[in-house]
């Protein structure tokens, strides 16, 4: 084989490993919505949790329906992370909208609506939470970050 023919098999490769790469990026989010719902309020500020197995003592602030979802998850091959709205006055709707990871670091934020305006006072006893599942990888995420923010 001569160099033109190495370099255009190095630029073939080059090629196709990007497009592959590029199609994995633009393929499957990174994560999944499990469930949405409200449960019991608990604290004055936001929770997010990590479950690596159906036993993580979080799922118990689930409704039983969403919990049932979280039994599905393959936990050989996915995480399950949970975030509650906890000391957010009359916050509904919560939407993830931006995921990312950084080694065992999953950072979060979630989106929430508030009550329409002349609402001057909520008297709530549940909160909102969304539940989400993501790929396991080599390095199990360990600590979740929550950023809470309102719609404007």
Known sequence: ?????????????????????ASAAAGAPPFRVLATG????RGQA????????RSASWLARLAPAD???????DFSRSQ???????????AFDPAITS????????RVRVAFTRPPIGVATCIKQDTPYVV?????????????QVTPVARA
Do not use: Q, W
């Open 99 to 106: 995921f990312s990871r950084a080694g065992a670091l999953v």
């Open 80 to 90: 399950v992370g949970g975030v509650f709205l906890d000391g957010s006055v009359c």
């Open 38 to 41: 409200k449960t019991e309020g």
């Open 67 to 73: 919990r049932a979802k979280v039994r599905k998850v």
């Open 46 to 53: 936001p929770h997010a949790y990590l479950a690596r197995s």
């Open 132 to 144: 989400f599942s993501f790929a396991r990888t080599k390095t199990p995420a360990s600590r979740i």
């Open 1 to 21: 084989m001569g160099r033109r023919n190495l370099s255009r098999l190095t630029l073939a490769l080059a090629l196709a490993s990007a497009a592959l790469c």
